[in-house]
């Protein structure tokens, strides 16, 4: 079996550690379902807050879901006199084009148990009535 890992196995356990943990490539899972009355597109992001998000519509009015989280963790041993130091980042931006049935200007996000939710609601057209009496010259 081959595999596409840089680091011989070997090394795996000495770089794949507390200290050292690995980094997680993947895009957070989204999901986009629809009603009769809007769109809802729900993004997996456990650990995040509202603060970072990042929610617009662009130029082109596509919907740019942003998301970027930085922590930084410092341990000081006294008897060794070093500072280390552990930065996680996690990145992500989607860009979603929206039906022309959006009604842009009332879409909302909230942030709630790990999943960003955005509300996408429907333009709503009040259907013409076609039945009408029909004059006899």
Known sequence: MRTNSWIPSVFADLFDTEYMPKAN??????????S???????LAAPGM????????????????IKMEQKQEHKDEDKNMRYLRREFSYSKFEQTLILPDDVKKE????????????????KIVEEKVKLSRQIDIA
Not at 25 to 34: D, F, L, S, W, Y
Not at 36 to 42: F, G, L, S
Not at 49 to 58: G, L, M, P, Q, Y
């Open 106 to 121: 009332d879409i909302k996000a909230r942030v709630e148990n790990g999943v960003l939710t955005v509300e996408l609601p």
């Open 25 to 34: 490539c993947t895009a957070p899972a989204i999901n986009v379902k629809e």
């Open 36 to 42: 009769d009355k809007a769109y809802t597109v729900e």
């Open 49 to 64: 807050k509202k603060e970072d998000f990042n929610v617009h519509i662009n130029d082109e009015g596509n919907l740019i």
